[in-house]
């Protein structure tokens, strides 16, 4: 059974950093691109990176890119989103997926998501 956990959430103000992981477990992690997405209140899930199996392949949306950090450990089976300068409108519940494929196309991503962790809170907040 897929299992995807994510941890790391919480609230920080403007300008502040978080780091999220994603637990995976239940199917081959070292051969699987993975994705990082998020869903605002009253908001369509917006793609955020991806990162190909190796970690060697590494796309971000526009509205994360300099700021945020997608990478892996496959040793641990475990997917990590560094979060810096973070902005009001960066708050959201942010999912870790996996994908039968790697793609650079946000739409493409959002498609193809196979499996989704429950989530974790992300709060921007003066």
């Known amino acids: 059974e897929v299992q995807l956990v994510e941890s790391g959430g919480g609230v920080v103000q403007p300008g502040g950093s978080l780091r999220l992981s994603c637990a995976a477990s239940?199917?081959?992690?070292?051969?699987?691109?993975m994705t990082w997405v998020r869903q605002a209140p009253g908001k369509d899930v917006e793609w955020v990176a991806n990162?190909?199996?190796?970690?060697?392949?590494?796309f971000y949306a526009d509205s994360v890119k300099g700021r945020f950090t997608i990478s892996r450990d496959n040793a641990k089976n475990t997917m990590y989103l560094q979060l810096n300068n973070l902005k009001t409108e960066d708050t959201a519940v942010y999912y870790c997926a996996n994908l039968p494929y790697m793609t650079n196309a946000g739409d493409i991503t959002l498609g193809a998501i196979l499996s989704r962790g429950p989530g974790t809170q992300v709060t921007v907040s003066t």
């Open positions: 990162i190909n199996r190796d970690g060697e392949t590494i």
């Open positions: 239940g199917f081959p992690f070292f051969n699987t691109a």
